[in-house]
Protein backbone atom coordinates (compact mmCIF):
# COMPACT_ATOMS: atom_id res chain seq x y z
CA UNK A 1 0.00 0.00 0.00
CA UNK A 2 3.00 2.31 1.02
CA UNK A 3 4.52 1.56 -2.75
CA UNK A 4 0.74 2.74 -4.14
CA UNK A 5 0.01 5.85 -1.93
CA UNK A 6 3.69 6.77 -0.79
CA UNK A 7 4.08 8.00 2.82
CA UNK A 8 1.69 10.81 3.34
CA UNK A 9 -1.15 9.56 4.97
CA UNK A 10 -4.20 12.41 5.02
CA UNK A 11 -6.72 10.44 7.25
CA UNK A 12 -4.75 8.84 9.62
CA UNK A 13 -1.35 8.81 12.09
CA UNK A 14 2.43 8.10 11.85
CA UNK A 15 3.15 10.64 8.82
CA UNK A 16 7.18 10.66 9.73
CA UNK A 17 9.33 8.06 7.84
CA UNK A 18 10.54 6.48 11.22
CA UNK A 19 7.13 5.71 12.49
CA UNK A 20 6.32 4.30 8.70
CA UNK A 21 9.28 2.41 9.02
CA UNK A 22 8.24 0.57 12.34
CA UNK A 23 4.67 0.44 10.22
CA UNK A 24 6.12 -1.26 7.75
CA UNK A 25 7.97 -3.66 9.50
CA UNK A 26 5.01 -4.96 11.59
CA UNK A 27 3.32 -5.58 8.68
CA UNK A 28 6.34 -7.25 7.32
CA UNK A 29 6.30 -9.18 10.56
CA UNK A 30 3.00 -10.68 9.86
CA UNK A 31 3.64 -11.93 6.27
CA UNK A 32 7.15 -13.05 7.45
CA UNK A 33 4.52 -14.96 10.26
CA UNK A 34 1.98 -15.90 7.33
CA UNK A 35 4.61 -17.95 6.32
CA UNK A 36 5.84 -19.43 9.23
CA UNK A 37 1.78 -20.99 9.24
CA UNK A 38 2.75 -22.52 5.65
CA UNK A 39 6.34 -23.94 7.25
CA UNK A 40 8.44 -21.45 4.89
CA UNK A 41 10.40 -19.86 8.48
CA UNK A 42 10.70 -20.63 12.30
CA UNK A 43 9.83 -17.60 14.24
CA UNK A 44 12.90 -17.36 16.24
CA UNK A 45 14.97 -17.12 12.57
CA UNK A 46 12.57 -13.97 11.89
CA UNK A 47 13.37 -12.50 15.64
CA UNK A 48 17.03 -13.20 15.00
CA UNK A 49 16.56 -11.48 11.41
CA UNK A 50 15.59 -8.55 12.94
CA UNK A 51 18.61 -8.20 15.69
CA UNK A 52 16.95 -10.01 18.79
CA UNK A 53 19.01 -12.70 20.24
CA UNK A 54 17.53 -15.11 23.13
CA UNK A 55 19.27 -14.61 26.40
CA UNK A 56 19.65 -17.97 28.21
CA UNK A 57 20.16 -16.56 31.52
CA UNK A 58 17.93 -13.53 31.43
CA UNK A 59 15.08 -16.23 30.14
CA UNK A 60 13.91 -13.61 27.20
CA UNK A 61 14.87 -12.34 24.08
CA UNK A 62 16.98 -9.11 24.00
CA UNK A 63 17.61 -6.71 21.41
CA UNK A 64 20.85 -6.33 20.42
CA UNK A 65 20.77 -4.44 17.33
CA UNK A 66 21.07 -0.70 15.67
CA UNK A 67 19.35 1.63 18.19
CA UNK A 68 18.38 3.34 15.14
CA UNK A 69 16.23 0.14 13.72
CA UNK A 70 14.42 -0.27 17.77
CA UNK A 71 11.22 0.86 16.78
CA UNK A 72 11.24 -0.85 13.75
CA UNK A 73 12.35 -4.33 14.94
CA UNK A 74 10.11 -3.83 18.37
CA UNK A 75 7.05 -3.39 15.96
CA UNK A 76 8.32 -6.78 13.64
CA UNK A 77 9.09 -9.10 16.87
CA UNK A 78 5.45 -8.20 18.61
CA UNK A 79 3.57 -8.77 15.24
CA UNK A 80 5.61 -12.31 15.25
CA UNK A 81 4.04 -12.87 18.95
CA UNK A 82 0.45 -12.25 18.10
CA UNK A 83 0.59 -14.61 15.29
CA UNK A 84 2.39 -16.94 17.64
CA UNK A 85 0.23 -16.40 20.96
CA UNK A 86 -2.99 -16.50 18.69
CA UNK A 87 -5.34 -20.26 18.47
CA UNK A 88 -5.18 -20.08 14.55
CA UNK A 89 -5.31 -17.67 11.65
CA UNK A 90 -9.54 -16.55 12.01
CA UNK A 91 -8.49 -15.50 15.20
CA UNK A 92 -5.46 -13.22 14.15
CA UNK A 93 -7.82 -12.53 11.32
CA UNK A 94 -10.44 -10.99 13.99
CA UNK A 95 -7.63 -9.20 15.45
CA UNK A 96 -7.16 -7.24 12.49
CA UNK A 97 -10.98 -6.52 11.40
CA UNK A 98 -11.07 -5.18 15.50
CA UNK A 99 -8.07 -2.96 14.41
CA UNK A 100 -9.44 -1.90 11.31
CA UNK A 101 -12.91 -1.20 12.00
CA UNK A 102 -12.94 1.59 13.92
CA UNK A 103 -10.65 3.38 11.70
CA UNK A 104 -13.36 2.40 8.32
CA UNK A 105 -16.56 4.00 10.25
CA UNK A 106 -15.12 6.87 11.90
CA UNK A 107 -15.19 9.33 8.98
CA UNK A 108 -18.28 7.90 6.84
CA UNK A 109 -20.11 10.74 5.10
CA UNK A 110 -23.39 10.81 3.00
CA UNK A 111 -24.35 13.27 0.11
CA UNK A 112 -27.78 12.37 0.46
CA UNK A 113 -30.84 10.00 0.35
CA UNK A 114 -29.69 7.43 -2.47
CA UNK A 115 -26.22 8.56 -2.58
CA UNK A 116 -23.36 6.14 -2.02
CA UNK A 117 -21.96 6.45 1.61
CA UNK A 118 -18.00 7.74 1.27
CA UNK A 119 -15.81 7.07 3.97
CA UNK A 120 -12.14 8.68 4.46
CA UNK A 121 -9.87 5.80 5.41
CA UNK A 122 -6.68 5.75 6.69
CA UNK A 123 -3.97 3.52 4.94
CA UNK A 124 -3.23 1.81 8.14
CA UNK A 125 -6.52 0.71 8.31
CA UNK A 126 -6.79 -0.58 4.14
CA UNK A 127 -3.52 -2.77 5.39
CA UNK A 128 -5.37 -4.25 8.29
CA UNK A 129 -8.49 -4.84 6.63
CA UNK A 130 -5.85 -6.73 3.93
CA UNK A 131 -3.93 -8.68 6.32
CA UNK A 132 -7.64 -9.73 7.66
CA UNK A 133 -8.16 -11.07 4.62
CA UNK A 134 -4.87 -12.99 3.91
CA UNK A 135 -5.16 -14.67 7.45
CA UNK A 136 -9.24 -15.65 6.66
CA UNK A 137 -8.18 -16.50 3.50
CA UNK A 138 -6.72 -20.35 2.87
CA UNK A 139 -5.67 -19.56 -0.23
CA UNK A 140 -2.42 -17.21 -0.09
CA UNK A 141 0.97 -17.75 -2.44
CA UNK A 142 4.09 -15.77 -1.75
CA UNK A 143 5.51 -14.05 -4.86
CA UNK A 144 8.59 -15.89 -5.64
CA UNK A 145 10.19 -12.63 -6.70
CA UNK A 146 9.31 -10.09 -3.91
CA UNK A 147 8.05 -12.45 -1.19
CA UNK A 148 4.74 -10.66 -1.03
CA UNK A 149 1.25 -12.33 0.19
CA UNK A 150 -1.47 -12.44 -2.20
CA UNK A 151 -4.80 -13.75 -3.36
CA UNK A 152 -4.19 -14.96 -6.72
CA UNK A 153 -6.50 -15.85 -9.85
CA UNK A 154 -5.70 -19.33 -11.14
CA UNK A 155 -2.43 -19.34 -12.91
CA UNK A 156 -1.23 -16.53 -11.37
CA UNK A 157 2.76 -16.81 -10.40
CA UNK A 158 3.26 -13.51 -8.96
CA UNK A 159 2.09 -10.94 -6.62
CA UNK A 160 1.24 -8.93 -10.06
CA UNK A 161 3.39 -5.86 -9.96
CA UNK A 162 5.12 -5.19 -13.39
CA UNK A 163 9.15 -5.46 -12.06
CA UNK A 164 8.16 -8.83 -10.26
CA UNK A 165 6.23 -10.44 -13.58
CA UNK A 166 8.98 -9.29 -15.74
CA UNK A 167 11.70 -10.50 -13.32
CA UNK A 168 10.24 -14.00 -13.11
CA UNK A 169 9.49 -13.80 -16.93
CA UNK A 170 13.35 -13.48 -17.37
CA UNK A 171 14.24 -16.52 -14.67
CA UNK A 172 11.92 -18.85 -16.35
CA UNK A 173 12.81 -17.87 -19.75
CA UNK A 174 16.47 -18.24 -18.81
CA UNK A 175 15.85 -21.79 -16.94
CA UNK A 176 14.04 -22.87 -20.03
CA UNK A 177 16.97 -21.64 -22.52
CA UNK A 178 19.53 -23.91 -20.53
CA UNK A 179 17.70 -26.30 -20.49
CA UNK A 180 16.88 -27.31 -24.25
CA UNK A 181 20.09 -26.85 -25.26
Known amino acids: MAREVGLL???????????????????R????ALNTLKGFFELDELREKVGFRRDEELGHWVYRGRVESWDGAHAYFAALNVVATSEGREEVARYFLNRALPGLFARVESRGVGSPLQAKVSVRDWVFLELAHLFAHRGVSFCPVCGTAFLGRKGQRTCGSEACRKAFYRKSRKTHGEGSG
Open 29 to 32: GYLD
Open 9 to 27: DPWGVGDSLPEWHAFAMEV
